[in-house]
């Protein structure tokens, strides 16, 4: 009997952000291509009201399509209003609101068997709410800031406790995450650890100078992936430089902290050595990532990154802070090196991995156990399971 999911992700890409929520992307379509399967995937496009939602950065949103096949996926991109900056709460109402039509109306088309909810906030609470009005079951997947920062707030941590406790299973993107459900009171019998995937046949070992050589890299080079805000740590890293003096930054990623480290790099001396490379398309990391003789994310908080694992894939070691899964991942020596959040501690491992460069295999060998295979086989029997279970 073939599964009917609902996937109720505010993360999705779409054209006119191609990496956002990639992993959320790559996890339905492994999803989907099991027979046991079917997936539709609800990606709501939070827009401000007029006149607001006129600024330009708002144009390519409200251009999308509303319904499109999205590689193998069916996917609806119905709009809610949000009030930028100032709405997290008031979003679970607002897109409940919107969303619920287009759910009924599918809902009664093709009856759907399970919800799976890709965040926990706001999609966790919408799930909950969406479940009470169709009376099928509903999963929620915490991967990181969802659960450390909005789990934080007085006006959204208990919307995140009713959600975990009316959901009939949850999963954490690694164990740490799990133990960080269970301190705000969720039920750990519920919580099921499901970690993430990484195409191993596309982030692979690369020639490190060839790769250097393609890019125009010279020397030795640390890399970090993420968004530029302040949780990544991004500036630690900056601070580290002048204790790196042969070392070149690049910072893949974008945001509103750009400004800040640029300046920082200028009172520091270290802006020619400091590079930003933008938003990378997906695709095009491998090779980002074969150039680097460091990956580092010295982040403030972290489920279990997709970029640790990648980095790894591609045979570079990282260097992390002791957050989230770190622990779980870093298993060998040679994948590399968990520091205090501290620059001096930051650029002592930097210097030991590029000192002493590890076996780029045993590095590799640190990300093998996470596959997108292994990834959709423990998220379908999860699925299966929750649908099966009496209510």
């Not at 600024?55 to 096949?69: C, F, Q, T, V």
């Not at 996926?73 to 930028?84: A, D, E, M, S």
């Not at 894939?313 to 989230?324: E, F, K, L, N, Y």
Request: aromatic share 6%; hydrophobic share 45%; glycine share 8%.
């Amino acid at each position: 009997m073939t599964l009917n999911v609902l996937m109720l992700s505010t993360l999705f890409p779409d054209i006119s952000r191609p990496t956002f929520g990639v992993f959320v992307e790559r996890q339905a379509r492994e999803l989907v291509s099991r027979p046991e399967a079917n997936v539709t995937v609800i990606a709501p496009v939070g827009l401000p009201p007029w006149p607001l939602s006129l600024a330009r950065r708002y144009a390519p949103l409200h251009a999308l399509p509303r319904r499109e096949k999205w590689r193998e996926l069916t996917v609806y991109r119905p709009t809610f209003p949000i009030i930028p900056k100032f709405g997290g709460r008031t979003n679970v109402w607002t897109m409940t609101r919107a969303i619920l039509p287009l759910v009924k109306r599918l809902h009664a088309e093709k009856p759907f068997d399970v919800i799976d909810a890709s965040f926990f906030f706001p999609d966790g609470p919408v799930a909950q709410r969406l479940s009470r009005a169709l009376g099928i079951p509903y999963s929620v997947k915490a991967r990181g800031a969802d659960i450390h920062h909005w789990g934080s707030q007085r006006g959204t941590r208990k919307l995140l406790q009713r959600a975990g406790d009316g959901a009939a299973g949850l999963l954490a993107v690694s164990d740490a995450m799990r133990r960080s459900m269970v301190r705000m009171g969720m039920d750990q019998d519920k919580i099921r650890v499901h970690y993430t995937g990484v195409d191993l046949d596309t982030f692979e070992i690369a020639d490190r100078a060839e790769a250097k050589a393609a890019l125009d890299f010279d020397g030795p080079v640390v890399l970090c992936v993420g968004a530029l805000i302040p949780r990544k740590g991004q500036d630690l890293l900056v601070r580290a430089l002048p204790l790196l003096p042969d070392v070149t930054l690049l910072l893949a990623g974008q945001g509103q902290y750009r400004r800040h480290l640029e300046n920082l790099a200028q009172e520091l001396g270290v802006d020619r050595r400091l590079g930003f490379l933008g938003s990378v398309p997906h695709h095009k990391l491998p090779r980002i990532f074969a150039a680097a003789d460091v990956m580092a994310l010295p982040s403030a908080s972290e489920g279990l990154a997709n970029a640790w694992v990648e980095a790894l894939a591609c045979g570079t070691p990282i260097v992390i802070s002791d957050v989230g899964g770190a622990r779980e991942l870093l298993d060998r020596p040679e994948a590399g090196q968990i520091v205090d959040r501290d620059p001096e501690a930051i650029a002592a491992a930097i210097r030991a991995i590029l000192d002493n460069p590890p076996d780029r295999e045993a590095v590799r060998a640190a990300a093998l156990r996470f596959t997108w295979a292994a990834n959709g086989d423990a998220l379908l029997a999860h699925l299966q399971d929750i649908a099966a279970t009496p209510r």
